[in-house]
């Protein structure tokens, strides 16, 4: 009943950048919290970034000052701007969002990932 959808990925080098996009369609009647997560190969899934509904938001330390999350409410996509990319970057990264369906169940969603890697 509900998806989303993550696009944008691909492969860079250092220095570089990419902006991943995640869009949520289905029976949604408002979501809360967006965010991206970043599983690499032999480590556990991390939190990059979240944004509010009213566009607070929150980053990882490792990508403060290089990473921008933003959403467009009114499509219900959030976006994840990645500048000055380096290898330490390449993983699956997932997008997440908590939604309120229209017959009032909640539930946090996830996307099915996009590869993003980076070579030095």
């Known amino acids: 009943q509900v998806q989303l959808v993550e696009s944008g990925g691909g492969l860079v080098q250092a220095g570089g950048s990419l902006r991943l996009s995640c869009a949520a369609s289905?029976?949604?009647?408002?979501?809360?919290?967006m965010g991206w997560y970043r599983q690499a190969p032999g480590k556990q899934r991390e939190s990059v970034a979240a944004?509010?509904?009213?566009?607070?938001?929150n980053y990882a330390d490792s990508v403060k000052g290089r990473f921008t999350i933003s959403r467009d409410n009114a499509k219900n996509t959030v976006y994840l701007q990645m500048n000055s990319l380096n290898p330490a970057d390449t993983a699956v990264y997932y997008c997440?969002?908590?939604?309120?369906?229209?017959?009032?169940?909640?539930?946090?969603?996830w996307g099915q990932g996009t590869q993003v890697t980076v070579s030095s």
């Open positions: 944004i509010t509904s009213s566009g607070s938001t």
């Open positions: 289905g029976s949604i009647f408002s979501i809360n919290i």
């Open positions: 997440n969002a908590d939604i309120f369906r229209r017959d009032l169940q909640r539930n946090v969603y």
